[in-house]
T-cell receptor, first 111, second 112 residues
Framework: TQLLEQSPQFLSIQEGENLTVYCNSS?????LQWYRQEPGEGPVLLVT?????EVKKLKRLTFQFGDARKDSSLHITAAQPGDTGLYLC???????????FGKGTRLSVIA | DAGVIQSPRHEVTEMGQEVTLRCKPI?????LFWYRQTMMRGLELLIY????????DSGMPEDRFSAKMPNASFSTLKIQPSEPRDSAVYFC??????????FGPGTRLTVL
C-alpha cells in the first residue's frame, strides 16, 4: 500500500500550459515536502509546507497544503521545458524520521 | 559547503559479487538515510541512522544487505552476494534535526 498517492504519474504538455500535480494520503503529516529530480541526480528540495491550508509560491510554482495536512498540490503556471523532471512529494511525521515518498509525477514540457 | 557525497556513481558487477556503496553526509548532520529507487517501486527507505546508530532497518530487503556507520562522516551499504534484482539507483541522504533531507547524486548499480 502506497501511503502517498501522486497523480498523474506521467504528464506531457506544451510549453506555456498550466498544470497541477496532486499528492494524497489518509495519514496526517507534520510537514510535506516537494522535491524535483532530474535524470542522473538526486532529488532536490523545492519547498516544505507545515501549516494546514498553507500556500507557498516559488516563482511560477504554487504549493498548497491541505487543511487537514493529509494532501498537497503543486501548480505550475506557464510551464517551460526547464520544468521537465520527476516531481516527488514526501510526508514527514516528525523531524529526523524517514520521509514517506510518493512514486512521483514525471513531467515533460515540450517546446 | 559540499553536499552529500556518494561513490561510486556507477557500478556494474556480476551476480554473486560483493558490492559496497559509500556515503559521506553533510558535515554536522546527525541523521543519515539509505534509499533505493526503481521505476516500479519509486524511492524506498532501506535503513536510517541517528547519531551513527541504526534506528530502523526494516526496509533492508534481506540478509544480503548490510549497512554501517562507523563515524559521523561515513557510511557504507554492502550487498553480498549481489543479484540482478538488486539493480537500482541507491541514494544516501542526510539531515539535521529538521524534516529536510539532502540527497546525494546516487549510485547506479547494475548486476549482470
Amino acid at each position: 500500500t502506497q501511503l502517498l498517492e501522486q497523480s498523474p504519474q506521467f504528464l506531457s504538455i506544451q510549453e506555456g500550459e498550466n498544470l497541477t500535480v496532486y499528492c494524497n494520503s489518509s495519514s496526517v503529516f507534520s510537514s510535506l515536502q516537494w522535491y524535483r529530480q532530474e535524470p542522473g541526480e538526486g532529488p532536490v528540495l523545492l519547498v516544505t509546507v507545515v501549516t494546514g491550508g498553507e500556500v507557498k509560491k516559488l516563482k511560477r510554482l504554487t504549493f498548497q497544503f491541505g487543511d487537514a495536512r493529509k494532501d498537497s498540490s503543486l501548480h505550475i503556471t506557464a510551464a517551460q521545458p526547464g520544468d521537465t523532471g520527476l516531481y516527488l512529494c514526501a510526508g514527514a511525521y516528525s523531524g529526523n524520521t524517514p520521509l514517506v515518498f510518493g512514486k512521483g509525477t514525471r513531467l515533460s514540457v515540450i517546446a | 559547503d559540499a553536499g552529500v557525497i556518494q561513490s561510486p556513481r556507477h557500478e556494474v558487477t556480476e551476480m554473486g559479487q560483493e558490492v559496497t556503496l559509500r556515503c559521506k553526509p553533510i558535515s554536522g548532520h546527525n541523521s543519515l538515510f539509505w534509499y533505493r529507487q526503481t521505476m516500479m517501486r519509486g524511492l524506498e527507505l532501506l535503513i536510517y541512522f541517528n547519531n551513527n546508530v541504526p534506528i530502523d532497518d526494516s526496509g533492508m530487503p534481506e540478509d544480503r544487505f548490510s549497512a554501517k556507520m562507523p563515524n559521523a562522516s561515513f557510511s557504507t551499504l554492502k550487498i553480498q552476494p549481489s543479484e540482478p534484482r538488486d539493480s537500482a539507483v541507491y541514494f544516501c541522504a542526510s539531515s539535521s534535526f529538521t524534516d529536510t533531507q539532502y540527497f546525494g547524486p546516487g549510485t547506479r548499480l547494475t548486476v549482470l
